[in-house]
């Protein structure tokens, strides 16, 4: 495997950084955030992305909210009803991404870019936009009290044995 690092300045995004690649690509290619811990099977994703015809695949990620109170339903000031202790379930965004390589040609030059804004630009031109659940360990550790759970977990998850 071939590494090469550089500086970006300014910071031009997560999306606005492949701007940056000199090669041409022509295949489709994963973008991960780089503040992930995963054992996500890229393969699947891949085989996902070509089987059904993806433009742009999102790994998404099961988050669950849990409200630990009784939840008022109502209408001004009435209530309608109480909803006790829901939970909430969400797809959320894994920071896991397989586009094909033409949509490189959608990142505006110089602009700062998301991955987000790159997908409400792909939404907008009708592109097939799919998600791929993540089952597999995913741990974003951006926050230090993550970080430290990934070291508690590390070999659990990853280790030899």
Same mark, same amino acid.
């Given at each position: 495997?071939?590494?090469?690092?550089?500086?970006?300045q300014?910071?031009?995004?997560?999306?606005?950084?492949?701007?940056l690649?000199?090669?041409?690509?022509?295949?489709?290619?994963? %973008?991960?955030? !780089?503040d #992930? *811990?995963?054992k996500? +099977?890229?393969? &699947?994703?891949?085989?996902f992305?070509?089987?059904e015809?993806?433009?742009?695949t999102?790994?998404?990620?099961?988050?669950?909210?849990? %409200?630990?109170? !009784?939840? #008022? *339903?109502?209408?001004? +000031?009435?209530? &309608?009803?109480?909803?006790e202790k829901?939970?909430?379930r969400h797809?959320?965004?894994?920071?896991?991404?397989?586009?094909?390589?033409e949509?490189?040609q959608?990142?505006?030059?110089?602009?700062?870019t998301?991955?987000?804004d790159l997908?409400?630009?792909?939404?907008?031109?009708?592109?097939?936009?799919?998600?791929?659940p993540?089952?597999e360990?995913?741990?974003?550790?951006?926050?230090?009290?993550?970080?430290?759970l990934?070291?508690?977990?590390?070999?659990?998850?990853?280790?030899?044995?």
């Amino acid at each position: 495997m071939r590494i090469d690092d550089l500086l970006e300045q300014p910071p031009p995004g997560t999306a606005g950084a492949l701007g940056l690649l000199r090669e041409t690509l022509e295949q489709p290619f994963f %973008v991960t955030n !780089g503040d #992930l *811990l995963t054992k996500a +099977d890229f393969r &699947k994703i891949l085989d996902f992305h070509r089987e059904e015809e993806s433009d742009f695949t999102v790994g998404a990620v099961r988050y669950d909210i849990s %409200v630990p109170y !009784g939840v #008022l *339903l109502q209408e001004d +000031d009435h209530i &309608k009803g109480i909803v006790e202790k829901p939970v909430y379930r969400h797809d959320v965004n894994a920071g896991i991404y397989l586009m094909n390589p033409e949509l490189r040609q959608r990142i505006p030059k110089g602009q700062r870019t998301d991955m987000t804004d790159l997908m409400t630009t792909l939404l907008a031109e009708k592109k097939r936009l799919l998600t791929y659940p993540i089952i597999e360990y995913w741990l974003d550790i951006g926050r230090h009290p993550d970080l430290e759970l990934a070291r508690a977990e590390f070999d659990v998850h990853f280790g030899e044995g």
